[in-house]
């Protein structure tokens, strides 16, 4: 990948945490410590979601499609942060990011605004953050890696239970989780302890990403008809492949021809 090597010598060893800035045909990519590509950004269309992850993290819309609140733990380039605030004006966002280094990288290179009215930006531990907090957000992403793996705190049993104990009544808890971890189904097995298997799991297009959704309450919609319709709603309102996500669903998630089972 000697693509790497331009940028990656702008941004070598800066501080507690070694963030390095790539580009390549118009896309601008985010690393920490190693060449795995945390964060996109298209260079013309910077709110636009590259990887598929981040876009299939948007899947919780099927089930509340306008959160007042949503908090991030992790921000790396931004990017749903990004795409939140463009498509969602009602929606206040609040990034829990653990490096200083990140939180500067991501406004210098990747477009990420200041704080305002509808962004706030904290610095600190993401677990220590939602244990600290009640009712804190309607939906809480959680996407906290290094270059290596999983930040620990934020995939620990007390983490997702803290979480389950803090969202708001009905609020949906959104984990990025590597398929190809070994840990994975113990991670998947610690959310749905917290969240009594309220459990939905959801694989993103491009192959290793699986995003679980776990909700306080049972969601709603549950049936297919529901869920297709608010999807296809969903896909022209907002752009993303909402309506592809509904049949994605039936891959790992218990359910009849009727409807899912959660």
């Known amino acids: ?29 985010l690393h920490l410590g190693s060449q795995t590509v945390q964060s996109a950004m298209r260079m013309a269309t910077p709110d636009y979601l590259v990887l598929s992850y981040t876009r299939t993290a948007m899947s919780f819309m099927l089930f509340k499609p ?67 907090r009640k009712d ?6 959680v996407d906290g890696y290094d270059g290596r793996s999983q930040t620990e705190t934020v995939c620990s049993e007390s983490f997702y239970r803290d979480a389950a104990t803090h969202l708001v009544e009905d609020g949906i808890l959104v984990v990025n989780l590597w398929g190809s971890d070994r840990r994975y189904d113990e991670y998947v097995r610690r959310v749905e302890a917290a969240f009594d298997s309220r459990v939905l799991c ?9 995003i679980v959704l776990a909700f306080r309450k049972p969601p709603r919609p549950t049936a ?31 359910h009849n021809d009727r409807r899912l089972l959660i």
């Open 66 to 132: 306008q959160p007042a609140r949503v908090v991030t733990v992790g921000l790396g380039g931004g990017s749903m942060q990004k795409w939140l605030l463009h498509r969602l004006p009602e929606t206040r966002i609040h990034a829990i990011e653990l490096y200083d280094e990140v939180v500067s990288v991501a406004q210098r290179y990747f477009f990420v605004p200041a704080a305002n009215e509808r962004l706030m930006i904290t610095v600190g531990d993401g677990a220590e953050w939602v244990a600290a």
């Open 136 to 141: 804190f957000a309607d939906v809480l992403i």
């Open 202 to 210: 959801i694989t993103a297009a491009e192959k290793g990403n699986i």
């Open 1 to 29: 990948m000697k693509w790497l090597s331009r940028w990656s010598r702008w941004m070598q060893d800066a501080g507690a945490a070694q963030v390095d800035v790539s580009e390549r045909a118009g896309v601008r990519y």
């Open 224 to 254: 297919w008809e529901d869920l297709a319709l608010r999807g296809r709603e969903l896909e022209a309102k907002h752009g993303l492949e909402f309506s592809q996500f509904v049949p994605m669903l039936k891959r790992l998630n218990l």
